[in-house]
C-alpha cells in the first residue's frame, strides 16, 4: 500500500510540475540554454517572417568521429503544452540523464529544444498576437531540424524521442529524414490525423477560444477569461479516472480540483497562444509516409491513454508499414496514470534501454 501511494504522489507531483513549468534545480554536465535565429523563415502557408527565435536546453557535450560529427547526440520532443525544460521534471531527468542511467548526461550530448510557439521560441505573444503566422507540426519540425544541424551542426542523431506531441512529431522526423537517425521512439502518440474523439476534446477548446466574447479575433487588450471554463476537459483527457477519483473524492473536493484548473489557466496562458497550441495538429498525417522510416522505430503507448486510446486499432496497422518497427502497449496499473504516464520515465525506459541497445540501433549508428 506504501508502495502504491508513492506512485500515486510521485504522478500528482510529476503533471504539477508539468503544469506550472516549475521543476528541481538539477543541474547537468555542461548544462546550457540559448536561442538559435533562423533568417527568412517561410512557414508552410506561404508567410514569411524575417527572423524566429529557437530556444533550447542541450546537456553534455558533443562528441565527434574522425570526419568531424558528431555521434552522441539525442533529441527530446516535447508535448503540446510543454517546453524543452519538461524533460528536465524530476521524473524524468532524474530517471534519465543521470550517472550510468539510459541517457547519461555525461555520455550524450542532449538537446532538448522549446517547440515554435512555446516557451522562449517565437510565438503569438510575443507581440504579434494573431498576426502570427498559422504554424503546423510541418512548420514546428522544420524549424527543430534547422535549431539541430544550422544552429547547433548536428548531422546525425543517436536518436529522437518524443512524448505526446513530440512523440507524434517524432513520427514525422522518421519519415522526413530517414538516414539521420539510429533510433526513434515516439511516446503516448499515434500515426494517424488527429480524429474521433482526439479532435473533438481539442475543438471543444479552440471554439471556445473562438467564441469568447472577450477574444475579440486575437486582439484582445487583456486575457479573456471565460474559454477557461472549458479547460477541466484537460483533466479529463490526459489523466486517468482512478487518479481524479483520488484528487476529488468528494463532490465538494472535486468541485475545488475543477476551480482550481480554471483558476491556474486563467493565470498561466496566453491566450493566442494555447489556440495556436491545439490547431498546429492540422496539417499532422504521417500515416501515408510510414513506410518510408528506416530507423528502429519503438512506439510505447499506454492502456489508460484517453487521448490515444489502444481499442481503435490504430498501432498495429501502421507499424506493419515500417521495416524495423514495433510497439508496445503498457497494461493500465498503480504505475500508470493515464496519458501522464509520459512524466514517469520509471515506467517507459525500459523500453528505451531495449531500444538503444538492440542490433539494429546499433548497426544504424554512424560509422
Known amino acids: 500500500m506504501r508502495v502504491r501511494r508513492r506512485l500515486s504522489m510521485l504522478g500528482v507531483l510529476a503533471v504539477s510540475a508539468f503544469a506550472s513549468g516549475s521543476f528541481a534545480a538539477e543541474s547537468y554536465p555542461n548544462q546550457k540554454e540559448a536561442d538559435f535565429v533562423a533568417r527568412d523563415f517561410k512557414f508552410q502557408t506561404g508567410d514569411v517572417l524575417p527572423e524566429i527565435r529557437l530556444h533550447y536546453t542541450t546537456l553534455g557535450t558533443p562528441q565527434r568521429d574522425g570526419a568531424g560529427h558528431v555521434t552522441n547526440a539525442v533529441l527530446l520532443l516535447h508535448g503540446t503544452t510543454g517546453t524543452g525544460k519538461n524533460f528536465l521534471n524530476p521524473t524524468l531527468a532524474g530517471e534519465l540523464f543521470g550517472p550510468v542511467q539510459v541517457l547519461d548526461a555525461s555520455k550524450y550530448y542532449l538537446i532538448l529544444p522549446d517547440g515554435l510557439g512555446r516557451g522562449g521560441s517565437s510565438k503569438p505573444s510575443d507581440g504579434m498576437h494573431a498576426k502570427f503566422p498559422r504554424y503546423g507540426y510541418n512548420d514546428v519540425v522544420f524549424a527543430q531540424h534547422l535549431l539541430v544541424t544550422k544552429g547547433l551542426g548536428v548531422d546525425h542523431l543517436r536518436a529522437v524521442i518524443g512524448t505526446s506531441m513530440g512523440g507524434m512529431q517524432t513520427w514525422m522526423w522518421g519519415e522526413r529524414w530517414p538516414d539521420m537517425m539510429d533510433a526513434l521512439m515516439p511516446i503516448a502518440s499515434q500515426p494517424v490525423q488527429i480524429s474521433g474523439r482526439n479532435l473533438i476534446w481539442r475543438r471543444m477548446v479552440a471554439q471556445a477560444i473562438r467564441n469568447d466574447p472577450d477574444w475579440s479575433n486575437g486582439d484582445y487588450k487583456t486575457q479573456p477569461k471565460q474559454w477557461t471554463y472549458t479547460m477541466p476537459v484537460f483533466l479529463i483527457m490526459t489523466d486517468s479516472p482512478v487518479r481524479l477519483q483520488k484528487q476529488g473524492p468528494t463532490r465538494k473536493e472535486a468541485e475545488a480540483l475543477y ?39 519503438l512506439a510505447v503507448n499506454f492502456a489508460d491513454d484517453e487521448i490515444n486510446p489502444p481499442d481503435i486499432g490504430v498501432m498495429e496497422k501502421s507499424v506493419a508499414k515500417i521495416p524495423k518497427a514495433k510497439s508496445v502497449l503498457v497494461p493500465e496499473s498503480e504505475k500508470t496514470i493515464g496519458h501522464q504516464t509520459l512524466t514517469l520515465a520509471a515506467v517507459w525506459k525500459p523500453y528505451l534501454e531495449e531500444l538503444l541497445r538492440s542490433p539494429s540501433a546499433t548497426s544504424a549508428r554512424r560509422r
Open 259 to 297: 476551480d482550481k484548473t480554471v483558476a491556474d489557466a486563467q493565470k498561466k496562458f496566453d491566450t493566442n497562444d494555447y489556440l495556436y497550441w491545439y490547431e498546429s495538429s492540422w496539417d499532422y498525417d504521417p500515416e501515408p509516409d510510414l513506410a518510408k522510416i528506416k530507423a528502429p522505430l
